[in-house]
């Protein structure tokens, strides 16, 4: 074995928090293959087995890539090494606090909803729980609700980001629509000419 004999030949990158999972492979000597990690070190929270699964949670995001090697190790003691770097992402967030209130009937309502971290985008959204306003929808590639409100209430909803690797985060929201304004005066009173009129 040497060097080219494990696949993959690099690994993914992860996101804090998020659960990670990637399986190295032999190739070339005698199977059954061990693996060890020879040098270096793996991103905090993540172990690597003897049948070749690095697994786990990361717990720490680094501006720069845990360095480390893996060996694979045949029935016959002949061994292949290769170096892997792997970056650890911040955790994705949602960075949207609040979304505003509307009129039902009133056309053209835009919120969105936007995200950071992790991967980067693109984000995939989506609404876990509740639901919107009667009327609105939710973009899932851009984050974007929008349409026209049908229905006047109150509506408390949770909206999820998720980032290309898995990462996510989820912010609740609660958007008022307001019913539509009345006019409650029926008459006005008559006035008299050249004098200041207010009603």
Do not use: E, H, R
Request: proline share 7%.
């Amino acid at each position: 074995m040497c060097s080219s004999d494990l696949n993959p030949m690099t690994l993914p990158n992860g996101d804090v928090n998020a659960p990670y999972s990637q399986t190295f492979a032999g190739q070339g000597g005698t199977a059954p293959y061990s693996f060890t990690v020879k040098s270096g070190s793996l991103p905090t929270g993540l172990t690597l087995s003897s049948a070749g699964v690095i697994s786990g949670t990361p717990t720490t995001a680094t501006g720069s890539p845990f360095t480390f090697a893996v060996t694979a190790t045949d029935s016959a003691s002949v061994a292949g090494t290769q170096s892997y770097t792997v970056t650890i992402n911040p955790a994705v967030a949602i960075t949207t606090s609040s979304l505003a209130t509307w009129t039902i009937n009133a056309a053209n309502y835009s919120q969105t909803i936007a995200a950071s971290g992790g991967a980067g985008a693109p984000y995939t959204f989506n609404v876990t729980s509740g639901a919107l306003p009667a009327g609105l929808t939710l973009n899932g590639a851009s984050g974007v609700i929008s349409g026209t409100p049908t229905a006047s209430g109150n509506s408390t909803f949770m909206v999820s980001a998720t980032d290309s690797l898995g990462g996510s985060a989820s912010a609740s929201y609660t958007v008022t629509i307001n019913a539509a304004p009345v006019v409650t005066s029926n008459s006005l009173p008559n006035w008299t000419i050249s004098k200041a009129y207010t009603a």
